[in-house]
Each structure stands twice: as C-alpha cells, then as structure tokens.
C-alpha cells in the first residue's frame, strides 16, 4: 500500500490560508517547489536561510511593487504575462513565496506528433521545443509550434515585461525579483 504525501497547512505573513502537498515538484538554483494539492498556485521555499532583509524585501515585492503594477489602470495587462509572488510564508524555519500556478497556455494542449509519441501533452512547455527549428519539425505536433507572428508577439511581451520591472525599480533573477540597483 503507498503512503500518501502530507498536505501542509499554513497562514502566510499577510494571514492568507494556504496548503500544500509535502512533495518537491521542481527545483531551480534557489528554491524547492511545492504545488496546492488543486493545483492552483505554487509554493516556493528558499533552501538557504534568508535574513530580514530579504524577509522585508520579498514582502515589499508582494504588496507595494505588486499593487503599483496590477491595481493601477493596465494592470490586467499585465496578469497575463507575470506569475506574480502573491504571499510570503515560512515553514520549518525556511522561507517562502506563494505564486500563482502557471496558465492553461503555458502547457502543451497536443503535445507531440504521432499521437504524443513523447508523452509531453499537458506538461509545461520548454524553450528547448521553440528555440530549434529541428526539434518543432521532428517531434511537435503542428497545432503547438506556432508562427513567426507568434513568436515576434512573444518576444514584444517579454521585453515589454522586463521594461515595467525596470520601470517599477526592480530586476529578475530566475524566480527573484528584486529591487534594481541601477
């Protein structure tokens, strides 16, 4: 018989409940990630311990930066194009950012070709399937590759995202945002 995995409950700094399934979907170079057992939202827990400043930065990253960008006139625009920190939490002395899940568009719908012969359908899509003209053409089913209309559209969304962090006095950094120092 399996065991299932612990569903963690939590109330974040800013007094939000939240839960999560106690299994690391994905790591990245700073953080381990944890998914709502509905699949919602994502939690995110830094492996090195952060200190104070960092505990005031991430929350003035997900009030003040956060509200100046999405409660201002535009700011549905920009939903669509960030995965915004939402909730700072701690849990077993580590701390965390709660985010959105990603949306239905950034996961394969067909997946491969030849009935999905790679098994990607519904799994996230990756750089790696657009950034090759050989792999699109080899393996991926012609409702997923898009155009170069598309891809110019992307490209105009993404620096247009980058431009408004800037704009706001912030840099990314993989899965940080952080104050500029420019």
């Not at 007094?15 to 998914?35: A, L, P, R």
């Not at 549905?76 to 965390?96: A, D």
Request: with cysteine; glycine share 8%; net charge positive.
């Amino acid at each position: 018989m399996t065991q299932r995995p612990n569903t963690i409950r939590l109330t974040t700094l800013d007094g939000k409940q939240i839960e999560f399934v106690d299994v690391i979907k994905g790591s990245g170079g700073m953080k381990d990630c944890y998914f709502s057992p509905d699949h919602s939202y994502a939690v995110l827990f830094f492996r090195e311990k952060q200190d104070a400043q960092a505990k005031e930065r991430l929350v003035e990253i997900t009030t003040r930066y956060k509200a100046n960008i999405f409660e201002r006139d535009g700011g549905q625009y920009w939903k669509s194009l960030y995965c915004w920190p939402e909730s700072v939490v701690e849990w077993n002395g580590r701390l965390g950012l709660v985010t959105p899940f990603y949306q239905r568009h950034f996961f394969f719908d067909h997946g491969s070709k030849n009935n999905d012969m790679l098994g990607i359908k519904g799994r996230e899509k990756e750089g790696k399937w657009f950034a090759s003209a050989s792999n699109q053409n080899r393996f991926l089913d012609l409702r997923e590759r898009g155009d170069w209309r598309s891809y110019i559209s992307i490209c105009i969304k993404i620096s247009r995202a980058v431009k408004r962090l800037h704009a706001a006095g912030l840099a990314h950094s993989g899965f940080v945002i952080q104050e500029c120092p420019c």
